[in-house]
Antibody
Framework: QVQLVESGGGVVQPGRSLRLSCAAS????????MQWVRQAPGKGLDWVAV????????YYSDSVKGRFTISRDNSKNTLDLQMNSLRAEDTAVYYC??????????????WGQGTLVTVSS | DIQMTQSPSSVSASVGDRVTITCRAS??????LAWYQQKPGKAPKLLMS???SLQSGVPSRFSGSGSGTDFALTISSLQPEDFATYYC?????????FGQGTKVEIK
């Protein structure tokens, strides 16, 4: 079955960088768009970024545009999120997520367990 | 960006009750709407995509309706395992956006 395992979370000071990774298995990784979604403590879901199946197309939320970069390695079945210039408001659980369809996805059908990023001095 | 507004923010209900959660988009999104259920400390779970397409394994007491800007998720007979927070999400255009969530609590 689909398995998504995030890693790389932790405590980081404001202004510093952190790189999250997601190891995917149980499906043909190179066929699906992948996303990152975050959730601040006690808050709702906040969409972060998406990357197309081939890595050629990316989109970001306004709140992270210019600071975060999503990337993937289809040879290793991994998804990454490079987070620079981190702010306190980036504190959240970050979920790696798989789109529901190989073409024109309209939902997220698989989620990782999440990794907590805490931005604090 | 498309704004998604859910109501109510929370609802208290009893086992066996019928519960309806609504979701309104700030502009038309056709039927590109999904519903998720999230329990404390867990990742969200996809219930419904394309407004009314039930995911495999999701009980038939869950149903979805709507198109354009107005959508609804209905639980026909609330069960103990349904107490959770529910989110709608539009997939019409990036950035995808979520509603603020509706917490279904035990009355």
């Amino acid at each position: 079955q689909v398995q998504l395992v995030e890693s790389g979370g932790g405590v980081v000071q404001p202004g510093r960088s952190l790189r999250l990774s997601c190891a995917a298995s149980g499906f043909t990784f190179s066929s699906y768009g992948m996303q990152w979604v975050r959730q601040a403590p006690g808050k709702g879901l906040d969409w972060v970024a998406v990357i197309s199946h081939d890595g050629k197309v990316t989109y970001y939320s306004d709140s992270v545009k210019g600071r975060f970069t999503i990337s993937r390695d289809n040879s290793k079945n991994t998804l990454d999120l490079q987070m620079n210039s981190l702010r306190a408001e980036d504190t959240a659980v970050y979920y790696c997520a798989k789109e529901s369809k190989a073409r024109r996805a309209t939902a997220i059908d698989s989620w990782g367990q999440g990794t907590l990023v805490t931005v604090s001095s | 960006d498309i704004q998604m507004t859910q109501s109510p923010s929370s609802v208290s209900a009893s086992v066996g009750d019928r519960v309806t959660i609504t979701c309104r988009a700030s502009q038309g999104i056709s039927r590109w709407l999904a519903w998720y259920q999230q329990k404390p400390g867990k990742a969200p779970k996809l219930l419904m995509s394309d407004a009314s397409s039930l995911q495999s394994g999701v009980p038939s007491r869950f149903s979805g309706s709507g198109s354009g800007t107005d959508f609804a998720l209905t639980i026909s007979s609330l069960q103990p395992e349904d107490f959770a927070t529910y989110y709608c999400q539009q997939a019409n255009s990036f950035p995808w956006t979520f509603g603020q969530g509706t917490k279904v609590e035990i009355k």
